[in-house]
């Protein structure tokens, strides 16, 4: 079942470009782990497939500053101002009450999102929704690793084809993976153990990656997008059931 589970965790993050940790996280408990020493595995798993992702879908990644806003300079700029910050604060708060948080918001979120699954008009983002988009999705990453969620959230919203959707995606991931490795080495919070631990379990992740990365390629957009709020919703869900049970 563990070996399935690990498996699915990767289908997931093929499928959608993120949620590996929805599934992946319970395994690791499963087999004895202490969340402690989760993100040390998880994170080289990250950086692996989103290069992968990226690869794969570099063709639909544009240098137009306005439509791929995740190069925007100031995304970029109030990105690392909201990872310092929420480095900062994964080490002095309880992490727990402001994810649970996060996971309410993403629920109420989703009522919206769900109207925009059959629209396909895209709007670009605007200056200042990226600077505040920036710094927002900075926080949660360096307190939670959630760079992906808030992302895909933003992309929804304006109504990114699935090509694009990918292309901006994986770019923004990129970027932000590279910041949050720099603090992880200055923060010292990398282990020996949990690369040993993620290469164990890459062969499986990756042969559910790409089952995921083919059955996203062979799928109508409208279906893709039910699909990412499908993610989205289980794991908030997940985040509230965890925090409770």
């Known amino acids: 079942m563990l070996i399935g589970l690990v498996i699915l965790a990767g289908f997931i993050k093929g499928f959608v470009g993120f949620g590996l940790s929805l599934v992946l996280i319970s395994v690791l408990i499963e087999a004895g782990i202490p969340p402690s020493q989760l993100l040390p595995i998880l994170v080289p798993l990250f950086i692996v497939l989103d290069i992968m992702l990226y690869f794969e879908n570099r063709k639909h990644v544009t240098l137009d500053f306005k439509e791929n806003f995740t190069l925007h300079p100031t995304t970029l700029m109030t990105l690392f101002i909201g990872l310092l910050i929420g480095t900062y604060l994964l080490t002095v708060t309880n992490v727990d009450i402001l994810k649970l948080g996060f996971a309410f918001l993403v629920l109420i979120v989703i009522f919206f999102l769900i109207g925009k699954v059959d629209t396909h008009q895209m709007r670009i983002p605007s200056e200042k929704s990226n600077g505040f988009f920036g710094i927002i999705t900075g926080l949660l990453t360096g307190l939670f690793t959630l760079n992906a969620a808030p992302t895909s959230i933003y992309l929804l919203f304006y109504q990114y084809p699935k090509e694009k959707y990918m292309g901006s995606l994986v770019t923004f991931i990129i970027f932000s993976d590279l910041l949050l490795v720099a603090v992880y080495l200055f923060k010292d919070l990398f282990t020996l153990s949990g690369f040993f631990t993620s290469s164990k379990l890459f062969v499986l992740v990756l ?7 083919y059955g996203r390629r062979n799928i109508k957009g409208k279906y893709f997008k039910a699909f990412v709020i499908l ?15």
């Open 207 to 213: 042969l559910g990656f790409l089952i995921g990365s």
């Open 231 to 245: 993610i989205l919703a289980l794991n908030s869900l997940k985040i509230i059931f965890d925090y409770f049970f």
